[in-house]
Structures are given as structure tokens and as C-alpha cells.
């Protein structure tokens, strides 16, 4: 079971797989035991590998759940031999040498073990933040307007303007930035259901609950970027059901615009939520998917606000405070009002 340094490590057996990852610091008698990536982020207490017995090493596991092995590999051959003939007679014994320290270790057949790469995932964070000049940003600009109020006075006004805003058509005049999808998706014996997209925004520093949505390419109309950005972030096929006129997106800093486009989804009787299609993200996005119930999406988002490092975007809230307020006695339009 001992391994080089940094390596990551299956030990089968009938009663289950353990996974951990073993380190052997050359200036150190002892090898480091870690549990799996992705159920602690800690590591275990340094190990003496003269401990390393099956007794110890069950302990340890039963602390932190993982399910035990058959044998874990001892510095004490007898000891170790001996365990492994109890529990497995009819299997030859391996005796084998740790490259690392130069001793004896019997393994079975039954603990072959084999590398396997890891994908270390850890929590985004801001490393740094610096000046930008306009000219050598590739998406926005900083602007100054000089305009006159209602009352005739001169004034000033910053603005982050965008770079890639689409070229300018017949019925946006002014171009367009972005799309976002509100999308349905429906099923023959469910309700209707929305998916969310959750992803780290560095802007924000934390985690946003969106709806699909991208910036419109050159070229684009927003029925053709709407259908694009919802099969790459979701990885289904939509169809668009009605785009919105042009929205603000955030008028006080910027000229960003956007439309809502809406878009359904028809799933089949096998299509269930645990089953997605495949994304089509671009490198760099990391995007998690969420289905909610159409009836619950207020209550779930306001759940998501609650989370830490999690913020709702705001055309998302208010188009479930809309729904929300539609339903309730004392605002809705579907109810009696007071």
C-alpha cells in the first residue's frame, strides 16, 4: 500500500474501495496519509509507517467513514502475513519492496493497487486586483459623458461601456448585448420546471444564481445566441417561444442592454434531472446546473441568497418575486385581493 510520493492510491477488497493519498517526505521517518479529494479538505495526523498496522489502520478509517479494505500493507511482514491469511487463504502472498524506505511489504492480489490522475478541484478566490487602462482592456471601456440636466445645467457622468456590443439592425438600432434565456422545461408527468446555472463571477467574488445567458455574437440575431448559449451552458436543445424588447441591464454605470428571451424545453418520459446532456461550456467556464420547479423557484432562490459566497441575480429575483407576488393573496392577480 505504500506508494511515491504524492500518489494516489485504490486498495480493493470484497467489502469495498479505498482511495487515499500517501506522501513520503524524504526528510521525515514518516509517511503522510490524506483522505480522498473531494470528502475532506484536511489531511490525517502524520502516521509513524512503524504503525502502520491493520488494527491502526481501521481505526483511522472508521473515523472518517471510508470503507475498509482487506489488508493494509504493515512494515511487520509476520504481522501483516498473518492478518492476510485469515481473511484471504486461498490467495498467494506478494512480498514486495517500498522504494521509499527499502523495506518488505506482503500484499495479495486482491490489493493490487494503480495510479489514477486526480482532478484537484478548490474554492475560486481573487489573487489580486489592478488598474486597467481603457486601452488595454478587451472587453469594456471606461467613457465620461458630458450632457446638460433638465434644468440646463452642464454635468458629468461615468460609464463602462462594452467593446463587443453586435452591430446595430432595423430593430435595435443601438445593437445589442446579451441575451438571457427564462426557460421552461417541460415533461409529460411533471410540472413545469426552470434550470438555473450557478458559477463564481470574480466581479462578485462569490457564487451567482443566474439564468443561461451570453453576449450576442457579430452577425447574431437573438433567437440564434439564445438557442447557442442555452445548448452550451445546459446541453440541451431549446426552442425560443419570444425574444423582449431591449432591457437596461445596469443603467446607472453602464450602457449595457440585454433581452429576455423565452424558451422551452420538450423532455421525454426517460428524461430525468439526474440524466442531463452533456455541456458545451468554453475554457475556463465551470458551470453548475440546477432544475427547479417553476412553483418553488422564490423560495429556492431565497434560499440560495442565504448561502454563503451565493448571490441571486437581480433579473432572476425579480421575475420570481413576480410570480411569487402573482399568487398571493394580498398582490396577486390570480387570487382575491384584500
Not at 504481522?79 to 519492496?97: E, G, V, Y
Not at 447557442?228 to 441591464?249: H, L
Request: hydrophobic share 35%.
Amino acid at each position: 500500500m505504500y506508494a511515491r510520493s504524492s500518489e494516489a492510491i485504490w486498495s480493493h477488497s470484497a467489502t469495498g474501495s479505498f482511495l487515499c493519498v500517501i506522501s513520503q517526505d524524504p526528510f521525515l521517518p514518516r509517511a503522510s496519509l490524506s483522505p480522498p479529494f473531494g470528502f475532506q479538505s484536511k489531511s490525517l495526523d502524520l502516521v509513524d509507517q512503524t504503525q502502520l498496522s491493520k488494527k491502526l489502520m481501521r481505526n483511522i478509517l472508521t473515523r472518517y467513514r471510508y470503507p475498509a479494505p482487506t489488508l493494509f500493507a504493515s512494515a511487520s511482514a509476520s504481522a501483516t502475513a498473518s492478518a492476510t491469511a485469515s481473511r484471504t487463504r486461498a490467495l498467494p502472498l506478494i512480498t514486495t519492496t517500498n522504494n521509499l524506505t527499502n523495506q518488505t511489504v506482503t500484499v495479495t492480489p486482491q490489493q493490487r493497487t494503480f495510479k489514477m490522475t486526480i482532478h484537484k478541484t478548490q474554492e475560486p478566490h481573487i489573487t489580486a486586483i489592478t488598474d486597467l487602462s481603457p486601452q488595454s482592456s478587451k472587453w469594456i471601456t471606461l467613457q465620461q459623458i458630458h450632457y446638460v440636466d433638465q434644468t440646463g445645467k452642464p454635468r458629468l457622468w461615468e460609464v463602462a461601456a462594452r467593446k463587443t456590443r453586435s452591430t446595430p439592425t432595423a430593430s435595435s438600432a443601438g445593437g445589442i448585448d446579451a441575451v438571457a434565456m427564462c426557460n421552461i422545461l417541460l415533461h409529460p408527468r411533471r410540472p413545469p420546471s426552470t434550470i438555473l446555472v450557478i458559477q463564481y463571477r470574480p466581479p462578485m467574488d462569490a457564487y451567482t444564481v443566474e439564468w443561461p445567458a451570453g453576449l450576442i455574437d457579430q452577425g447574431e440575431t437573438p433567437e440564434q445566441a439564445a438557442v447557442r448559449e442555452f445548448k452550451e451552458e445546459t446541453g440541451y436543445d431549446c426552442v425560443v417561444k419570444n425574444v423582449s424588447p431591449i432591457q437596461a441591464a445596469d443603467p446607472g454605470l453602464s450602457n449595457t442592454n440585454m433581452v429576455m428571451a423565452t424558451v422551452e424545453v420538450n423532455l421525454g418520459e426517460e428524461d430525468g434531472e439526474d440524466q442531463m446532456p452533456e455541456q458545451k461550456t468554453e475554457v475556463g467556464e465551470h458551470i453548475e446546473r440546477v432544475v427547479v420547479p417553476m412553483a418553488e423557484l422564490y423560495e429556492r432562490l431565497v434560499e440560495y441568497s442565504k448561502k454563503e459566497r451565493h448571490v441571486v441575480a437581480a433579473k432572476l429575483f425579480h421575475f420570481a418575486m413576480g410570480m411569487h407576488f402573482a399568487t398571493t393573496e394580498r398582490y396577486g392577480v390570480f387570487g382575491k385581493r384584500e
